[in-house]
């Protein structure tokens, strides 16, 4: 089993929708990152949480420490949404230190 | 501007030949990465390194080789014994620990 679980893995949207994406963890962590890859392949960070929510601009972020979930929430979806959007969460100390371990990435089509 | 940089985008490998990626930032980041993608799955951590000269082994090495000289640059060296090199290639660069991590745009390496 993955120790870092999204769904959905594929999601299709129209344009103004509002968007939840999930993520799942098995391990202790230091902190969750949210990062964003446009299909040309560069990746961006989006977030970085270690309790509660974080907002910016149409994106919304959260996480539940005790049920070791979060959630990815985008608001008024529009066509360059579109992307694939990866969870990663950083290693507890005693692991390899600093790093991360990522989930697989959703897919997320905006149609206009 | 402040940034990473990796080239080239696209390379191309024979076979038992040793080729290196190139990786330099100029945000004055102690900490360095060098993940690998493959379809369909998550980012792996190849090397990592959070000081000049010092690096160590993530959860995929085998058959890749890092260098860490300078602080700006930290080339991956994908040698014969990597036998399944085809994949997209992803640097990443930060503070330190539990800090948000900063990617390049990717090289995309393929056999021929």
């Known amino acids: ?67 070791k979930h979060s959630s990815l929430h985008i608001t008024a979806s529009h066509p360059r949404d579109s992307a694939v959007y990866i969870c990663a969460v950083g290693r507890p100390y005693g692991g390899s230190q600093g790093n991360l371990i990522f989930g697989k990435g959703t897919k997320l089509s905006v149609k206009p | 501007d402040g ?23 100029n945000l004055n980041h102690d900490a360095m990465y060098w993940y690998r993608q493959d379809p369909g799955q ?11 000269n010092d690096f160590q082994k993530g959860d995929i090495a085998e058959g890749y080789s890092v260098s860490r000289e300078k602080k700006e640059s930290f080339p991956l060296t994908v ?10 290639y992803l640097c990443a660069s930060g503070q330190g620990f539990q800090e948000t991590q900063y990617f390049g745009p990717g090289t995309r390496l393929l056999v021929l």
Do not use: D
Not at chain 1, 37 to 59: A, D, E, N, Y
Not at chain 2, 3 to 25: A, D, H, M, W
């Open chain 2, 42 to 52: 998550g980012l792996r951590l190849i090397y990592y390194s959070q000081i000049v």
């Open chain 1, 1 to 67: 089993k993955n120790e870092v679980e999204q769904s959905p893995q594929n999601l299709t949207a129209q344009e103004g929708e509002f968007i939840t994406i999930n993520c799942s963890y098995s391990v202790g962590i230091s902190a969750l990152h949210w990062l964003q890859q446009h299909p040309g392949g560069g990746i961006v960070s989006l977030f970085m949480l270690s309790s509660g929510k974080k907002k910016h601009g149409r994106l919304i972020a959260t996480i539940n420490i005790q049920e």
């Open chain 2, 3 to 25: 940034g990473i940089t990796q080239s080239p985008k696209y390379l191309f490998r024979k076979e038992g030949q040793n080729v290196t990626l190139s990786c330099e930032q």
């Open chain 2, 79 to 88: 040698t014969s014994a990597q036998k399944n090199p085809t994949a997209f």
